[in-house]
């Protein structure tokens, strides 16, 4: 008898493979020990002292530490979907960061054989899981002479009656460059058009 229980039945149906960040665990060798960290796309780190005044550091302190909510907490949910029009709390799902809320999107809307079309140059965690899913995948390439900007043009021609899902980062990841109002609209129509998740 194998040692090894049985994956759901999700997780069976997928090539379990798993691929070697290599220049994300060259760079976490060295970057918590220089003075500037010149491959990180992020910033110095705050402490608890640079983001709470002394009352908001005492209630923190007396906070009793148990259970959070799964979904997040409730009144977070509620403050988070004023931001929308016409949402509450029960349509927000708050995770513990990008990587996590990347995994529950992707595994929630790609199957095995679902189009997708990935940006890049990108941050490769959403590639990752389409390719793990087994998503047929379409490569979107920002270019330099167009101010690393996605192309909806050449986007349009990619898309098709079988693309599910379209995988936007932005702000870029790693180039920075911000689409517009403009872009963002026009990008919003074509999923619309092709009833495609962005």
């Excluded at 691929?19 to 665990?25: P, Q």
């Excluded at 998503?135 to 098709?160: C, G, P, Q, V």
């Amino acid at each position: 008898m194998s040692r090894y229980k049985k994956l759901s039945k999700d997780c069976a149906i997928l090539p379990i493979m798993f691929f070697e960040f290599v220049m994300e665990r060259f760079q976490s060798l060295y970057e918590n020990e220089v003075d500037f960290n010149l491959s990180d796309s992020g910033v110095h780190p705050l402490t608890i002292n640079d983001l709470l005044n002394e009352e908001e550091m005492q209630h923190f302190l007396n906070m009793e530490i148990g259970y959070g909510y799964s979904q997040g907490d409730p009144t977070l949910r509620e403050n988070i979907s004023t931001w929308y029009p016409n949402k509450n709390g029960s349509n927000i799902l708050v995770t513990n960061g990008s990587a996590e809320a990347n995994f529950v999107a992707a595994w929630s809307l790609i199957n095995p054989g679902d189009e997708v079309i990935l940006m890049l140059p990108n941050y490769m965690q959403v590639p990752g899981l389409a390719k793990i899913i087994g998503a047929d995948i379409k490569y979107i390439y920002l270019k330099e002479e167009n101010d690393w900007h996605l192309d909806l043009n050449e986007l349009k021609s990619l898309l098709t009656n079988q693309t599910k899902l379209i995988s936007i980062c932005n702000p870029s990841n790693p180039t920075g460059a911000v689409m517009s109002d403009e872009e963002m609209k026009e990008l919003a129509s074509l999923a619309r058009q092709f009833d495609v998740y962005v």
